[in-house]
């Protein structure tokens, strides 16, 4: 659970504390809010699978490209070397990488989802991550499928060096081709969708949804204060003053998201070229 | 990969101490005679203020190169140069960043770091370039795209993500040549090309070698090890299929001989747009996505017991052209 770090003062594995107001929250009331503050509502953030529960219609998930995993193209080590790193990512969340796909209903709308889990390596992007979004990309244009991709990232994976970059690349080119086939491609930003992940597929949705006070922003705050010696706006790279700014579409609540999306879909049909839309 | 992206097979010939193609391209690191230098003396070449620039180079390869200004929306962006000049008497469309030679110059030039407007100009001359199926040239040269509050409102972002849409889709020949620095989503912005290139000592990096070592090593000291790590280095980058070819320098490196630099780049272009100028556009658009689909490192499992699959359906996907 993306919560768990509670404080010392309750136990934390039934209390957490909300950063925003500080108020201490009962894990199973936070649950069943949807992971948002209820004193606040200050939004937490929310792993993949959890964010799937809450989109999917029920019972409609099925993953694609589970057991895709990260070679080690750069023999990369910092502090640890990078397959260790993968391989503790891993043992911690169950997943394979930061990111999980597969196809399913929203609304009933036939689509394909692409959720990342901040939780592996910061969400960051790697040739598994770029694999998994261009195959379902590639997944949604065979299929005349709608495209979901949940962003949570700090941008691209440092540890895979200019092959992480290059994925930016690769992502888009396959959604320009679901895009020039009329399909449509919603992008969900969450907390936080930052560097090569917002400056890539995470900026080209046909609509665009963010969730509120969540991180938007290209550079981490901390280059920018320096760049230019001072104290940032307040507010600033956060999705409700990237909204005033004119780069997304809406701020949405949590407790909405999948009404939004369900109503998006249904409004953005590609025209009945194939029967298999209607199937 | 090698051979059907840069076409005929490499005819190798003896220069400068290298074996190279027949434009002088180096298309494999064991092709490399000069003895190799560290990624961290890379960085320092790449970076050199007295390096060629997009202008320099633009000099020495275009006649009667026009510089064409601005983005229609905002402003004239110092930090990209783009305008239409000819090579070996056709017209080319040429888009590069710009670093100055000089302290004064750096500072005119907001040292190679474009803005937003910079981009969308590239963009508006990427649309010029395909409208009149003019073949596009891009110069990578930057530490960046600049970080400050005034881009992130102007959308730094977005800017960066749509002129590598614009280029995944753009129907004309583009060569990208990364000249010197090559600085994570800000150079990729024009970095997509049928051909990419990179000088003998140019870098390309997700990240900067001090980014990465503030982040990593918790100092920027650090950045020489970082450096090595990122696997930065044009060698490197061929080796991993990034690039498709090196453009050699001269020897000591490309700020000790501007003339000789423009030369080589000038051999390497006109042999590749020969080359793609006669490739139909279906053909281009279709080897460009599989020249970046194919770029990653993946573990997948063949899945136990089951036989494999005649034709996964990615592959189906890749078929369908709208
Ligand atoms: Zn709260």
Redesign the pocket.
């Known amino acids: 659970m993306p919560f768990a770090r509670g404080r010392k003062e309750f136990p934390s594995h039934l209390w957490t504390q909300?950063p925003?107001?500080?108020?201490m929250?009962f894990n199973k009331q936070l649950v069943r809010n949807l992971n948002v503050?209820?004193?606040?509502?200050?939004h937490f953030k929310l792993g993949a699978r959890e964010r799937l529960e809450l989109i999917a219609d029920k019972g409609s998930f099925l993953e694609i490209d589970r057991e895709l995993s990260s070679g080690d193209p750069l023999g990369f080590v910092d502090s640890t070397p990078y397959p260790a790193r993968i391989l503790a990512a891993q043992t911690k969340s169950g997943e394979k990488d930061a990111i999980v796909c597969g196809t399913a209903t929203v609304g009933g709308v036939p689509s394909v989802l692409a959720v990342m889990d901040f939780d592996f390596i910061g969400g960051s992007m790697g040739s598994v991550v770029g694999e998994k979004i261009t195959r379902a990309a590639e997944r949604a244009l065979a299929d005349r499928r709608a495209l979901i991709v949940v962003s949570a990232s700090g941008g691209a994976r440092m540890q895979e060096g200019t092959l992480a970059l290059m994925q930016m690349a690769k992502i888009i080119g396959a959604l320009a081709r679901l895009g020039e086939a009329g399909l449509p491609f919603v992008s969900v930003l969450t907390d936080p969708t930052t560097g090569g992940v917002l400056a890539s597929f995470a900026s080209l949705g046909d609509v665009i949804l963010a969730e509120p006070d969540a991180l938007v922003g290209f550079s981490g705050a901390r280059v920018t204060a320096g760049t230019i010696g001072e104290k940032l706006p307040k507010g600033f790279q956060r999705s409700e003053f990237v909204l005033a700014h004119g780069f997304i579409d809406q701020v949405v609540p949590r407790s909405q998201l999948k009404e939004r999306l369900a109503f998006l879909l249904g409004a953005l049909r590609p025209a009945a070229r194939d029967l298999r839309w209607s199937l | 990969m090698l051979d059907r992206l840069i076409g005929a097979p490499a005819k190798a010939v003896e220069g400068n101490g290298h074996s190279a193609d027949a434009s002088g391209l180096i298309l494999s690191v064991n092709d490399l005679a000069t003895k190799k230098i560290t990624a961290w003396q890379a960085v320092q070449l790449a970076r050199d203020q007295k390096r060629p620039h997009a202008l320099d180079i633009i000099e020495r390869v275009f006649d009667r190169f026009q510089e064409l200004h601005g983005d229609r929306g905002f402003r004239d962006d110092p930090a990209i140069v783009t305008g239409i000049g000819e090579l070996d008497g056709r017209p080319v469309v040429v888009v590069g960043q710009q670093k100055g030679s000089s302290t004064e110059e750096n500072i005119e030039r907001n040292f190679g770091m474009p803005f937003p407007e910079g981009y969308r100009k590239a963009m508006r001359m990427y649309r010029l370039a395909a409208k009149f199926h003019l073949p596009l040239v891009t110069l990578v040269d930057t530490p960046g795209a600049y970080p400050g509050p005034e881009a992130e409102e102007r959308g730094q972002a977005e800017a960066i993500a749509k002129s590598i849409e614009t280029m995944t889709t753009l129907p004309t020949p583009i060569v990208a040549i990364i000249l010197g620095e090559g600085g994570s989503g800000g150079a990729l912005a024009l970095g997509v090309g049928d051909v990419v290139l990179a000088m003998q000592n140019a870098i390309y990096s997700v990240i900067s070698p001090e980014g990465a070592a503030a982040i990593l090593f918790r100092s920027a000291g650090e950045a020489e090890r970082a450096a090595n790590a990122l696997r930065l280095s044009a060698p490197e980058l061929l080796s991993m299929g990034i690039v498709d070819g090196l453009i050699p320098e001269p020897e000591g490196g490309a700020h000790l001989d501007h003339d000789a630099t423009g030369r080589n780049i000038k051999a390497a272009l006109v042999a590749q747009l020969d080359r793609l100028a006669r490739v139909p556009v279906g053909d281009l658009l279709t080897n460009r996505y599989e020249r970046f689909r194919a770029i990653g490192s993946i573990v997948e499992p063949a899945l136990d017991g089951s036989p494999p699959k005649a034709e996964p359906w990615w592959k189906r996907a890749l078929r369908i052209r709208p």
């Open positions: 909300c925003t107001c500080g108020e929250l503050c209820l004193k606040c509502d200050h």
